[in-house]
């Protein structure tokens, strides 16, 4: 005689699969994402037409927070070491 064990309902098995689509779904969106920005700086630094401006920017002469400040930078791409 089989063991008593709980079967998961259909609404639940397919619950399931629809979060396990999403995150592929997601993966994919991201990765394809990723290319075209990687494409694009690769336009850029080739001197080509780029959706991607390319910025230069300088940091600010005299701190813009307060000592123990918490903050967050973000700098994306560049080859110019700067502390803030």
Do not use: C
Request: zero cysteines; a positive charge.
């Amino acid at each position: 005689m089989p063991a008593n064990y709980p079967i998961p309902s259909w609404d639940y098995r397919l619950s399931a699969l629809q979060s396990q689509i999403r995150v592929i779904m997601n993966l994919k969106i991201l990765k394809e994402i990723t290319s075209n920005f990687q494409k694009e700086i690769k336009a850029g630094l080739n001197k080509k037409p780029s959706s991607l401006p390319f910025i230069v920017h300088r940091l600010s002469p005299t701190p813009l927070v307060k000592d123990g400040e918490l903050f967050q930078v973000l700098k994306i791409g560049g080859s110019i070491s700067q502390n803030s």
